[in-house]
């Protein structure tokens, strides 16, 4: 009696993940010496805001010390960050933790 080979086959169905890139954050820390003016009005070159939050973004640097100005994807940050910079601000970034 001759054997017959059967061929099993196994099918795995793969779905592919897709992860999001996490945010980042820009951050303007206080400095003894740049005046609060000239942050709003920096703010509101840089970011297009509003002079009310441009001011209200700066007296939170004033008050604490540093403040988130913009979150978004990392080549943005980096490019607002730099535009900051150039401005005399000391700006920093940072991950949005999970």
């Given at each position: 009696?001759?054997?017959v080979k059967?061929?099993?086959?196994?099918?795995t169905k793969?779905?592919?993940?897709?992860?999001?890139?996490?945010?980042?954050?820009?951050?303007?820390?206080?400095?003894?010496?740049?005046?609060?003016?000239?942050?709003?009005?920096v703010l509101?070159?840089?970011?297009?805001?509003?002079?009310?939050?441009?001011?209200?973004?700066?007296?939170?640097?004033?008050?604490?010390?540093?403040?988130?100005?913009?979150?978004?994807?990392?080549?943005?940050?980096?490019?607002?960050?730099?535009?900051?910079?150039?401005?005399?601000?000391?700006?920093?970034?940072?991950?949005?933790?999970?």
């Open positions: 009696m001759a054997r059967t061929a099993v086959e196994t099918e793969t779905r592919p993940e897709t992860q999001l890139s996490r945010p980042w954050n820009v951050i303007v820390h206080d400095d003894p010496v740049t005046l609060m003016t000239y942050v709003t009005k509101m070159q840089v970011f297009a805001y509003a002079e009310s939050k441009a001011r209200t973004l700066m007296m939170e640097v004033h008050k604490t010390g540093r403040s988130i100005v913009w979150t978004g994807g990392r080549e943005q940050a980096e490019l607002y960050a730099q535009k900051l910079q150039a401005h005399h601000l000391l700006t920093t970034l940072e991950i949005v933790d999970d």
